[in-house]
């Protein structure tokens, strides 16, 4: 008896998922990668090798995504994953309004990233910005938040925190309450206090959550593209563009090879940043 | 998860359903006309009101967005096959871009074409074949200027660069914004190094030649590259308001109009939305062309956008009747009851109304007197898609225009490629 038949049985099984898979997923993939490679009017394509790569990597209106697409996603992922964590440890404890609070720090995930960018752009208007008017009748003269070329950047990755810390402070919550209280008992016993509490079993075993936190501030960050486009336009001039508006921009211009390679680059940068990322966090994960 | 997900299955089948309903001619035809939503609509829907009582043909607008965005929406419907039977789009290098011959309906040998004025014809033609009639009057690119304060600041219209800056420095020193910058609408910066077009052709006549034919570019020709120098020297003088970056179009218009911004660098079609913002104020402001070094000043004139009738479209008579009708006499004369012009129309034997505004009544000298000249992007089939950009980065200082002039070329070269010129 042979256990390993073989039979076209299981196979139809999976054809209908390998179909979906292949002609939604694997096909379009292989296809992009050949149109990456030339100059391609939706009709005609023309081979040009890696003209189109060549020329993303060179061109400074172009390199400038990388640039900024790493510092933006470095610098969400990094806050989301710090504010999360303390708004997590806050709202564990058992507090006055604590349900009400949890819904505070959520809300802002509820609201369309469009609608958050064209409200925050109007709040951070230089001259009748709410922002700024608050900060000069206390008599700080404020920056032009979206002009100023070193700051726009920042600015946008601030208000992306301020939408998506409730994403990553639920993910905390969830597992701050999954560690066994049996811990902090121990450690009560000892004589420890709350800072060691947080030190020594709060901080090790909220690991994995903190992992998933880490994982997905920074994919969620390379990717972003509704709130630059809805704030700034990759403006002014070209310094907040990410990689993902320089693809919509060049898509626009009506070069869709070029525009298929920023494609190509992305994902490759996604994956060859997000996975080892991933393997060197999951490492250091400990059991509970 | 699966009840409400029905609910959307539902609710889209009645969309697609209530769609096709809608599309159904109940009585006559009703065809789609897709327009961006910053132009102004009186005039058309002026000319749809007419066209609906003589041919029982009527209109559906749908609108999209400028700039960019817009050619980013024409471009997606014209890939999928999803287009409007009529469409509203720029004449030249971007309509180009659009692969007409292949989308959009051969008007040639139409009999009402023979009233198109060539000039602009030839900005919406392929290859000897004419794909589109003007949706609108042509335009001047230059400075829009309130006149109240001129007067009151004792000013005169410049006539060379070095008096417009002149001009600056005494606005400014009566405390107002010399030059309204409005960059937060990216489009509206460029208008600095493009109405300069008519001082490069009248150093350099055939630069245009050349620069499609990639024997010059902008970085190398210094008369061309004056035209970025020209806009980074407007914002390094102090001349422009602080908040530029983040004001829009609109609230440059409205800035203009109430006379705290003096100077707009715009073209003349904004006139129809300055009277719509503020009627009563539309007669302050008065038009020049910009200036140049030396030499008699001129105009550099924007043809009108098109209309163009799309190929595949389900109702391309009709489509084709109701265009003929907007560039009849009738039509034209429904257009202006509705809309006054901003500029000469490029029809024949269309003349304008004596009531025109002031700032189209100061254009109309450079006409007479022959000092126009077409923008760059009716002369050649090449813009590139980065300029706006790029003009943001050099008006507000962070680019030097020489670098600028060298991203800009690498852009244009790109657009070059894309479209199989000859020499690139």
Same mark, same amino acid.
């Given at each position: 008896m042979s256990t390993t038949t073989r039979s076209a049985y299981p196979w139809l099984f999976l054809a209908p998922a390998a179909l979906v898979y292949g002609g939604l997923f694997l096909l379009p993939t292989l296809i992009s990668l050949f149109f990456s490679m030339t100059r391609w009017t939706l009709t005609a394509w023309y081979f040009t090798g890696l003209d189109n790569f060549a020329s993303f990597f060179t061109e400074p209106s172009l390199s400038i995504g990388f640039t900024n697409?790493?510092?933006?996603?470095?610098?969400?992922?990094?806050?989301?994953?710090?504010? @999360?964590?303390?708004?997590?440890?806050?709202?564990?404890?058992? =507090?006055?309004?604590? @349900?009400?609070?949890?819904?505070?720090?959520?809300?802002?995930?509820?609201?369309?990233?469009?609608?958050?960018? !064209?409200?925050?752009?109007?709040? =951070?208007?230089?001259?009748?910005?709410?922002?700024?008017?608050?900060?000069?009748?206390?008599?700080?003269?404020?920056?032009?938040?979206?002009?100023?070329?070193?700051?726009?950047?920042?600015?946008?990755?601030?208000v992306d925190v301020w939408k998506g810390v409730g994403v990553a402070t639920v993910i905390y919550i969830a597992g701050i309450v999954s560690i066994p209280p049996q811990y902090y008992e121990a450690l009560q016993m000892d004589g420890g206090n709350a800072a060691q509490k947080f030190r020594w079993v709060t901080l090790p075993l909220v690991r994995p959550a903190m992992n998933a936190v880490v !994982?997905? &501030?920074? !994919?969620?960050?390379?990717?972003?593209?509704?709130?630059?486009?809805?704030? *700034?336009?990759? @403006?002014?001039?070209? *310094?907040?563009?990410? !990689? &993902?508006s320089i693809i919509y921009k060049q898509y626009t211009g009506g070069f869709y090879g070029l525009a298929t390679a920023g494609n190509v680059i992305l994902f490759a940068v996604v994956s060859f940043l997000a996975v080892p990322l991933y393997r060197w966090l999951t490492r250091h994960e400990v059991d509970l | 998860m699966r009840p409400s997900r029905f609910v959307v299955l539902a609710f889209c089948a009645a969309a697609l359903f209530l769609g096709g309903a809608a599309s159904i001619?109940?009585?006559?035809?009703?065809? #789609?006309?897709?327009?961006?939503?910053?132009?102004?609509?009186? %005039?058309?829907?002026?000319?749809?009101?007419?066209?609906?009582? +003589?041919?029982?043909?009527?209109?559906?607008?749908?609108?999209?967005?400028?700039?960019?965005?817009?050619?980013n929406v024409v471009k997606t419907r014209l890939a999928t096959g999803d287009m409007?039977?009529? #469409?509203?789009?720029? #004449?030249?290098?971007?309509?180009?871009?659009?692969?007409?011959?292949?989308?959009?309906?051969?008007?040639?040998?139409?009999?009402?074409?023979?009233?198109?004025?060539?000039?602009?014809?030839?900005? /919406?033609? /392929?290859?000897?074949?004419?794909?589109?009639?003007?949706?609108?009057?042509?335009?001047?690119?230059?400075?829009?200027?309130? +006149?109240?304060?001129?007067?009151?600041?004792?000013?005169?219209v410049p006539t060379t660069w070095a008096q417009l800056l002149a001009n600056c420095d005494r606005i400014k020193a009566a405390g107002k914004t010399a030059v309204i910058g409005s960059y937060k609408d990216d489009w509206t910066s460029q208008l600095i190094f493009l109405a300069d077009y008519f001082n490069v052709q009248a150093k350099d006549p055939t630069f245009a030649a050349d620069y499609t034919a990639h024997r010059a570019t902008i970085a190398g020709t210094p008369v061309a590259l004056r035209s970025f120098e020209k806009l980074q020297e407007i914002y390094k003088r102090g001349y422009m308001n602080k908040d530029l970056l983040a004001t829009t179009f609109e609230q440059a218009l409205k800035m203009l109009a109430d006379g705290s911004?003096?100077?707009?660098?715009?073209?003349?079609?904004?006139?129809?939305?300055?009277?719509?913002?503020?009627?009563? +104020?539309?007669?302050?402001? %008065?038009?020049?062309?910009?200036?140049?070094?030396?030499?008699?000043?001129?105009?550099?004139?924007?043809?009108?956008?098109?209309i163009y009738v799309y190929k595949n479209g389900k109702n391309v008579d009709a489509a084709k009747k109701w265009v003929g009708f907007f560039v009849s006499k009738e039509g034209i004369a429904a257009d202006m009851e509705k809309q006054k012009p901003s500029g000469p129309f490029a029809v024949r034997g269309a003349s304008l109304p004596a009531d025109v505004l002031p700032a189209v009544k100061d254009m109309l000298p450079y006409f007479d007197s022959g000092r126009t000249a077409p923008a760059l992007e009716f002369v050649s089939p090449i813009k590139g898609p980065n300029l706006p950009q790029i003009c943001v980065e050099v008006g507000s200082g962070i680019t030097s225009p020489l670098d600028a002039a060298r991203q800009y070329d690498k852009d244009v070269e790109k657009q070059a490629k894309q479209l199989g010129l000859p020499g690139w």
């Amino acid at each position: 008896m042979s256990t390993t038949t073989r039979s076209a049985y299981p196979w139809l099984f999976l054809a209908p998922a390998a179909l979906v898979y292949g002609g939604l997923f694997l096909l379009p993939t292989l296809i992009s990668l050949f149109f990456s490679m030339t100059r391609w009017t939706l009709t005609a394509w023309y081979f040009t090798g890696l003209d189109n790569f060549a020329s993303f990597f060179t061109e400074p209106s172009l390199s400038i995504g990388f640039t900024n697409t790493v510092l933006y996603a470095a610098i969400t992922c990094g806050l989301k994953v710090v504010l @999360g964590l303390l708004l997590g440890v806050l709202l564990s404890s058992s =507090m006055r309004a604590r @349900g009400f609070l949890r819904s505070m720090v959520f809300f802002p995930n509820l609201i369309s990233t469009i609608a958050v960018g !064209i409200t925050f752009s109007s709040l =951070m208007h230089p001259s009748r910005g709410v922002i700024n008017q608050a900060l000069a009748a206390l008599g700080i003269p404020g920056p032009d938040w979206l002009g100023n070329v070193h700051l726009a950047l920042v600015s946008v990755a601030l208000v992306d925190v301020w939408k998506g810390v409730g994403v990553a402070t639920v993910i905390y919550i969830a597992g701050i309450v999954s560690i066994p209280p049996q811990y902090y008992e121990a450690l009560q016993m000892d004589g420890g206090n709350a800072a060691q509490k947080f030190r020594w079993v709060t901080l090790p075993l909220v690991r994995p959550a903190m992992n998933a936190v880490v !994982i997905l &501030a920074f !994919i969620g960050g390379l990717r972003t593209f509704d709130l630059v486009w809805a704030m *700034t336009r990759g @403006g002014p001039g070209f *310094t907040t563009d990410l !990689i &993902a508006s320089i693809i919509y921009k060049q898509y626009t211009g009506g070069f869709y090879g070029l525009a298929t390679a920023g494609n190509v680059i992305l994902f490759a940068v996604v994956s060859f940043l997000a996975v080892p990322l991933y393997r060197w966090l999951t490492r250091h994960e400990v059991d509970l | 998860m699966r009840p409400s997900r029905f609910v959307v299955l539902a609710f889209c089948a009645a969309a697609l359903f209530l769609g096709g309903a809608a599309s159904i001619p109940a009585q006559g035809t009703t065809l #789609s006309f897709l327009i961006d939503n910053q132009s102004a609509l009186d %005039g058309i829907k002026g000319v749809m009101a007419a066209a609906e009582k +003589k041919l029982g043909i009527s209109l559906t607008i749908d609108l999209r967005p400028g700039g960019a965005e817009g050619d980013n929406v024409v471009k997606t419907r014209l890939a999928t096959g999803d287009m409007d039977d009529l #469409s509203y789009y720029n #004449s030249g290098s971007l309509f180009q871009a659009l692969n007409p011959p292949q989308n959009f309906v051969d008007l040639t040998d139409e009999p009402y074409m023979k009233d198109v004025l060539d000039s602009f014809k030839s900005t /919406v033609s /392929v290859n000897g074949r004419v794909y589109g009639i003007p949706a609108d009057a042509a335009m001047g690119g230059g400075w829009l200027y309130n +006149k109240k304060v001129y007067a009151q600041l004792g000013l005169k219209v410049p006539t060379t660069w070095a008096q417009l800056l002149a001009n600056c420095d005494r606005i400014k020193a009566a405390g107002k914004t010399a030059v309204i910058g409005s960059y937060k609408d990216d489009w509206t910066s460029q208008l600095i190094f493009l109405a300069d077009y008519f001082n490069v052709q009248a150093k350099d006549p055939t630069f245009a030649a050349d620069y499609t034919a990639h024997r010059a570019t902008i970085a190398g020709t210094p008369v061309a590259l004056r035209s970025f120098e020209k806009l980074q020297e407007i914002y390094k003088r102090g001349y422009m308001n602080k908040d530029l970056l983040a004001t829009t179009f609109e609230q440059a218009l409205k800035m203009l109009a109430d006379g705290s911004g003096v100077h707009y660098p715009m073209l003349t079609f904004a006139l129809v939305n300055i009277k719509t913002l503020a009627p009563d +104020k539309v007669n302050d402001i %008065g038009f020049f062309g910009q200036p140049g070094d030396s030499g008699a000043s001129g105009l550099t004139v924007w043809m009108p956008a098109g209309i163009y009738v799309y190929k595949n479209g389900k109702n391309v008579d009709a489509a084709k009747k109701w265009v003929g009708f907007f560039v009849s006499k009738e039509g034209i004369a429904a257009d202006m009851e509705k809309q006054k012009p901003s500029g000469p129309f490029a029809v024949r034997g269309a003349s304008l109304p004596a009531d025109v505004l002031p700032a189209v009544k100061d254009m109309l000298p450079y006409f007479d007197s022959g000092r126009t000249a077409p923008a760059l992007e009716f002369v050649s089939p090449i813009k590139g898609p980065n300029l706006p950009q790029i003009c943001v980065e050099v008006g507000s200082g962070i680019t030097s225009p020489l670098d600028a002039a060298r991203q800009y070329d690498k852009d244009v070269e790109k657009q070059a490629k894309q479209l199989g010129l000859p020499g690139w």
